[in-house]
């Protein structure tokens, strides 16, 4: 999952950014409306973390801005203003939820797992298909009713290929999803990681499409 | 013992009870000269009018035949207090009005008077020839009338005090309403309302106090508005740093091997220094609140200020690879100040200065004295500010969007202009004299003293 935090205070931002990598999430740091701007642009994002008191354009104004041109991108306000008039506002803005500062990482977490989850358009808090399982919120999968190890490169891979059973993802797409900017992407590395999920998962659980990328087999 | 006791009271004046007072004063010695006026004028009356009277008396008695007078004893005079008595050119008493008050003769014709049998008497003697005829009456007759006189005139404006009083109990208690009515009206005002006081029905005398009130509670109005702003922005902005304390708690908690944990300690250790300097500032720019009263002042050289802070901060330019120099004035720049005061203003101007400030970069700390003032320069080789922002910077709070840099409080310049506010001073802002740092000029009114040339 790929996430584009907003945030001008820098201990806030590196504390976020290195919390939610450990819930095996990726997070690209923007400081101000006008750099999400451009990374808006240029790369599809699970999820925006958006702090309201950002310098130079108000995070607020930036936000009905962002939904006024059709930007779809589920947005997670963060903010010091806890007044229920500001946290009426913001949601009306277009933010799908609204934490107020001081919060929790673990808060953090969930609410960013809640958001994508009913953008998702699932209720259930786990990811299933067939005799696989993921759960969220502990990053731990299930094949067959037995707990499989994985590395969160390789959680991150399968949670992509689960959200949207069916649909194939492309290993440019599949990149993105797993590295944020400034991370090296070995050349061979999803192959790597999808090689390593077929021997704990059974080869046949993720599909090759020729050209195309990867895909879910249909459960039997 | 008596201390606990709260000391006897004076009874408080009243403004109703002293009108009152004076108006009653005022009536009663008024009817005490109407009735001196009133018996002098009395007196005098009477005095013609009587003695008229002695002498028609004496005049009448002179033409009547003495053969109808009846010798011993004579019928009472026709006026009671009269006392007639009529000698012949002897001297033998041939009639007397009164058996029992025989007056000694007069033989000196005309008014006189004369004390007798312990009374004063009014006489009038007259001689016709062949007869000594005297007149007399007593004087205190005179005195009693005039007296009885002054009485009467007196008599209905002492009757009318009780309901005088009544009367100006009642109008001044109607004329001194508004008082009450203010009174009420500022009882009802709190903190949260300190709205204006009406004025409209009011009378011309009160205007200008209620106008005063107002003014106080529209000047308080403000002062509460400030303070509450302040309180909201600070817990607004004490969020930020507690929130990075917490996630960095967060992160503690999760750290799960020792170098991680290190990190993560260093981490928190730096939002709780943050914290706490927010903290600290806060407190700073409370304590030069304008309306705080002035703390002692003294006579303060800046060149030994700034080398005094000058080095607080060497150790942490030498960390960060900065470049800290003094260039004071040849001579001690005086002013008069608050030297703490002074002290905190130039350290928020040089941390500022160098957190701006890129490694290898420098700081620039001058003294001089310029004309009438005392200057004082801090000049960086940061990246400065665009002029369109250089008002804001000024504001709680406010800080310059820039990238990776620490954390300020945002309270850094706000504290500033406030020192120098407090010392008649002014903050200006520039460009540095080379490259684009920023260069913070504080002027403040120098103190000649006697020493200095």
Redesign the interface.
Known sequence: MRLLLVE?????G???R??LR?EGFTVDWV??AEQGDVALRTEPYALLLLDLGL??KNGLAWLRELRRRGEATPVLVIT??DAVADRIAGLDGGADDYLV??????ELAARVRAVLRRHGGRAAPLLQHGELTLDPATRQATWKGQPVALSAREYALLAALLERPGAILSRAQLEQRLYGWGEEVESNAVEVHIHHLRRKLGADTIRNVRGLGYTLAKPE | MSETQTPERAPRPSIRGRLLAWLLGALVVAGVVMGGAAYQRAHQDLDELLDYQLKQLAFSLSRQSLGSVPVLPGTPSPEPDFITQVWDRDGVLMFYSRPNMAIPMRPRPGFSNMDWNGQSWRVFTQLDGVRIIQVAHPLSLRREMAADFARRAVTPLLALLPLLAIGIWIVVGRVLKPLSSISSALRARTPASLQPLPHEDLPDELVPLVGALNDLLQRLQQAMELQRQFVGDAAHELRSPLTAVQLQLSLLKRASSAEERAAAIERLERGVQRSNRLVQQLLTLARQDPQVPDAATESVDMNQVAREVVSDFEPQAALNQQQLRLEPATEPVLIRGERDALRVMLSNLIDNALRYTPAHGSVIVRTRRDGPQALIEVEDSGPGIPPEQRLRVFDRFYRVPRAAVEEGSGLGLAIVKRVAQRHAGEVSLDDARAGTGLKVSVRLPAFASPASH
């Open positions: 001008d205070d820098n201990m806030i590196e504390a976020v290195a919390g450990q400081r101000d310098p130079r010091a203003r500062k001081p919060f929790d990482l673990d």
